[in-house]
């Protein structure tokens, strides 16, 4: 059979392999067959599921036996798709024609929750989102709430935030290194990856008493200043993290199954990037040099020294080149601020903000009646909206608030990295090997809490 395009369609048989050829009943019991890929889409939809939307490196042979075209489901429950990302993968044999992701199994409403939440309270809630780099979730809700407030922050408030994104970003990328090679067969890496990571996470819990999801930045600086001996910790974490990448260098860089499962696997052009909004360690795969640190500095950022880690053949080893390049870099941007650290507060001095100090509310009922108010009332912040963004680990972060002079956003929306990245997927493993498909979704780093939030 085939429709007006001459595109093949598939007969509804009894036994069925996607909610598209499943009996009537059924497809009336559940809406997900809406999300699934059907075999008469319109050219649109196959347009943007078989990643062709800029470069037309897929041609549907109508030639081909419908019996040897298939689609399978990968996830949601595969260890590899991080237990909550669900593809359905049309396979040609062993090679994969089209790819759909379909996401919203780890669905909390979380923007929707901000929005009864205080300004105060709000990073409680951000900082849920991307669990493996939760400092940058507090640092962008922050930094749009502080431009709706217009108030100064502190400089030690502000390398103090450096100081702890840029570790946090460290930590990142471990998780991503090692979770990779876990994938790929490099079994080793989980555990070195952690190794290192394990160091960083335990100054993160002395300053802020959370290994992670801290609610450490908030709006007006952070919420307590570094602990006693905070040098020598980052002293420890300075030399020892260089070394254990070391052994990432000896364990793959030039190893050559590691090359052969991600040298020219999950490639992508600077084109298709731009065209499906991908940031972050893909985007500077390509061999574009963007990166907002250096584009869009916050946090006086600018003040130090460091190179952008940018690749050159957009596949699955140059994003893993990328992403240690920029644990290096990080951590040279974390020595210049330790050295540099400015003395002062480590938050604002509005008080319309910033609660009294500790020893100030035994003394003061006034004192004692404004931090009760503040924890209890929140901060009023003047109408308005406004969109900032930082550079996450992966890519580019944005907080969009809506105020309406409130103590609470009237609308709050996130601008979440994995989000749009995992929209290259369909380009990335077009004609690509089944067996490459677990590398190339590891390269894209995706954070599931980030997706669905």
Request: charged content about 25%; glycine content about 8%.
């Amino acid at each position: 059979m085939s429709d007006d395009t001459n595109r093949p369609v598939r007969e509804i048989r009894d036994v069925w392999i996607t909610p598209d050829e499943a009996p009537e009943w059924m497809r009336h019991a559940t809406d997900e067959g809406a999300q699934t890929m059907r075999w008469d889409e319109s050219q649109q939809r196959l347009v943007e599921q078989t990643g062709v939307r800029v470069e037309d490196d897929y041609v549907l042979d109508d030639e081909i036996p419908e019996d040897e075209r298939m689609i399978i489901n990968m996830g949601p429950q595969h260890p590899s798709t991080h237990g909550v990302l669900r593809l359905q993968i049309e396979l040609e044999g062993e090679i994969v024609r089209r790819v759909k992701p379909i996401i919203g199994y780890l669905h909390t409403g979380m923007e929707k929750t901000g929005e009864t939440l205080t300004y105060m309270q709000g990073g409680t809630n951000v900082t849920r989102m991307d669990y493996l780099s939760p400092f940058f979730n507090e640092l962008v809700f922050s930094l749009a709430v502080e431009k709706l407030l217009a108030v100064e922050i502190p400089p030690r408030a502000q390398a103090i935030r450096v100081l702890m994104t840029e570790l946090n970003r460290a930590t990142s990328h471990l998780v991503s290194l090692a979770t990779q090679g876990m994938d790929v067969g490099a079994l080793s890496m989980m555990l070195y990856g952690f190794r290192e990571r394990e160091l960083i996470l335990a100054f993160f819990e002395k300053t802020t008493g959370l290994r992670m999801n801290h609610n450490y930045i908030r709006p007006g600086g952070v919420a307590a200043d570094l602990p006693d001996g905070w040098e020598d910790d980052i002293e420890e974490i300075l030399q020892k993290t260089p070394v254990g990448l070391a052994d990432y260098e000896d364990l793959l860089k030039a190893n050559p199954i590691w090359e052969g499962r991600t040298r020219g696997v999950g490639v992508i052009s600077p084109e298709e990037c731009f065209a499906y909004g991908i940031t972050g360690p893909p985007l500077r795969a390509t061999g574009v040099d963007l990166d907002l640190r250096k584009s869009q500095p916050y946090s006086g950022i600018d003040q130090y020294e460091f190179d952008v880690a940018v690749g050159s053949h957009g596949d699955v080893y140059d994003r893993y080149r990328i992403r240690v390049q920029e644990i290096l870099q990080s951590l040279r941007i974390v020595q210049q601020v330790a050295d540099q650290m400015p003395s002062g507060d480590y938050r604002t001095d509005d008080h319309k903000v910033t609660p009294p100090p500790r020893k100030r509310i035994d003394e003061s009922m006034e004192a004692l009646i404004h931090h009760f108010k503040l924890f209890t009332e929140g901060f009023k912040v003047p109408e308005g909206e406004v969109y900032t963004a930082v550079e996450s680990p992966r890519g580019e972060l944005g907080c969009y608030l809506v105020s309406d002079g409130s103590a609470k956003p009237y609308r709050m929306h996130i601008r979440a990295p994995s989000f749009a990245n995992l929209q290259g997927l369909p380009i990335m493993m077009a004609d690509s090997l089944v067996a490459d498909s677990v590398a190339t979704i590891a390269s894209v780093d995706p954070v599931m809490g980030d997706v669905d939030r």
